[in-house]
């Protein structure tokens, strides 16, 4: 399809367990996003990758958190030794460039349930 | 740092009829854009409607308009004619604009709107 893709739909999975989210963007979107949507805070940006450039990390709630983006197009969350604040929904969202100027299009999210 | 407020949690309104979500924020900034955003079931967001701060004139879309209150901080939807696949939870949304931005948004928590037949 033409949007965002993200996989899983729905992630279950034991605490202390590793787990990976991936974020495949809109062809051409050279700006990518990570947000997350939890009962408790609401939605947050995690991250965020514009082509060649140093990412954007602010939002990384620890160092159990990382991201990488490979060949400026999929990106992969990661989360190691979950806990159980660690369930919420993870968005993904592509722009066509960086910065304020352009919509971003959201992905249907990954549900991540940490047992 | 910025924030989003959004002071209604839940609302509901009739099918045909108009209703307006609220929606302030706090920035020390002058130049920014606003956003709202739907979010239905299906949980993909989906932007409804954004305005730039420096533009005075108050966006549409169709049935969707904001009234945009710089100096009180205020950014409110106003959805006409309501129908019931306008059902969701609608988020407002604040980004800065400068060199450097990268255009991360800062959402409010959000207000989940039921349209009933």
């Known amino acids: 399809g033409a949007g965002v893709s993200q996989s899983p739909s729905n992630k279950v999975t034991e605490k202390g367990k590793d787990v990976e989210l991936r974020c495949d963007p809109i062809s051409g979107h050279t700006a990518l996003y990570w947000y997350r949507q939890s009962l408790g805070q609401g939605l947050e940006f995690l991250i965020y990758f514009q082509g060649n450039s140093a990412p954007d990390k602010s939002g990384l709630p620890s160092d159990r958190f990382s991201a990488e983006r490979t060949g400026g197009s999929v990106s992969t969350l990661t989360i190691q030794r979950t806990q159980q604040e660690d369930s919420a929904v993870y968005l993904c969202?592509?722009?066509?460039?960086?910065?304020?100027?352009?919509?971003?299009?959201f992905g249907d999210g990954t549900r991540l349930s940490i047992l | 740092a910025q924030t989003v407020t959004q002071s209604q949690p839940e609302m509901s309104v009739q099918e045909a009829e108009t209703v307006t979500l609220s929606c302030t924020y706090d920035?020390?900034?002058?130049?920014?854009?606003l956003f709202w955003y739907k979010q239905p079931p299906s949980r993909q967001m989906i932007l409804v409607i954004r305005q730039e701060a420096y533009k005075q004139q108050n966006a549409t879309e169709n049935r969707f308009s904001v009234n945009f209150q710089k100096a009180a901080k205020s950014f409110s939807l106003k959805i006409s004619d309501s129908q019931l696949g306008d059902t969701a939870m609608y988020f407002c949304?604040?980004?800065?604009?400068?060199?450097?931005?990268?255009?991360?948004?800062?959402f409010g928590q959000g207000t989940t709107l039921q349209v009933k037949p």
């Open positions: 969202a592509s722009s066509s460039l960086g910065g304020s100027n352009q919509p971003q299009h």
């Open positions: 949304a604040f980004t800065l604009v400068w060199g450097s931005n990268t255009g991360k948004l800062i």
């Open positions: 920035t020390s900034e002058s130049n920014y854009y």
